[in-house]
């Protein structure tokens, strides 16, 4: 029963760049969620998605970010033109729940680090 | 708005000492509160959860008991070992269920 994947779990860019971060949820679950983790910073959310929808983006950078969750595949993560403040560690995270119904758990990926030169 | 504050680190403690890790929260309604910790170069797991006020989450030792007139859900525990050394996370699941608040995080390390 395989958890949370994310690859790559390293990556290194130069300003610039593009980043693809991809998350493959627990078997069942159809709730994804992007966070992002700065040195010395907690976890800030990103963006809640379910397949094909982006339920939450609140959290997402207007500009340079996307996120996606087909409906066949991997959640994407995508940042355009990368800086070096978007150096950080992300992590993916999914739950099969439906609101209300149960409480929620989190269950996370090992993250993925992003350096920027 | 919903917001997570806990005790800033690192924390360094000898074995068997008695550990607590303070949490408190702001929130509308009535949301469901975690503790996670993230073991070195690892994503996080969940150590326990309680879902209303005056419950009690444990597990592997940790306690935390959902204060909700303090507005707090602590995390203790009685004598810890060097395996407990992490980052421990506190967390609140708002109310409309779309999000989940984290705290800062908070670094134990356990000498032996």
């Known amino acids: 029963n395989a958890g949370v994947m994310q690859n790559p779990r390293h990556l290194v860019r130069r300003r610039g760049q593009e980043a693809r971060l991809r998350c493959s949820p627990m078997k069942g679950h159809s709730h994804v969620y992007w966070y992002r983790q700065l040195p010395e910073e907690g976890l800030k959310f990103m963006v809640y998605?379910?397949?094909?929808?982006?339920?939450?983006e609140s959290g997402m950078p207007k500009e340079r970010f996307s996120a996606e969750f087909p409906k066949e595949g991997p959640s994407i993560l995508r940042i355009q033109q990368v800086v070096r403040g978007d150096s950080a560690a992300y992590f993916c995270a999914s739950s099969p729940r439906i609101f209300r119904v149960s409480p929620g758990e989190l269950f996370f990926g090992e993250g993925s680090r992003l350096t920027v030169l | 708005g919903n917001s997570v504050t806990q005790m800033e680190g690192p924390v360094t403690l000898s074995e068997e000492a008695f550990l607590t890790i303070n949490c408190t929260y702001t929130?509308?309604?009535?949301?469901?509160l975690f503790w996670y910790v993230q073991y070195p170069g690892e994503g996080l797991q969940l150590l326990l959860k309680?879902?209303?006020?005056?419950d009690k989450g444990s597990n592997k030792g940790f306690e935390a008991t959902y204060r909700k007139e303090t507005t707090s859900f602590h995390l203790e525990k009685g004598s810890v070992q060097v395996s407990d050394s992490a980052v421990y996370f506190c967390?609140?699941?708002?109310?409309?269920?779309?999000?989940?608040?984290f705290g800062t995080g908070t670094s134990l390390t356990v000498i032996p």
């Open positions: 309680a879902t209303k006020a005056d």
């Open positions: 929130a509308t309604g009535y949301p469901s």
């Open positions: 998605l379910q397949k094909e929808n982006i339920i939450d």
């Open positions: 967390a609140l699941e708002g109310d409309t269920g779309n999000q989940f608040y």
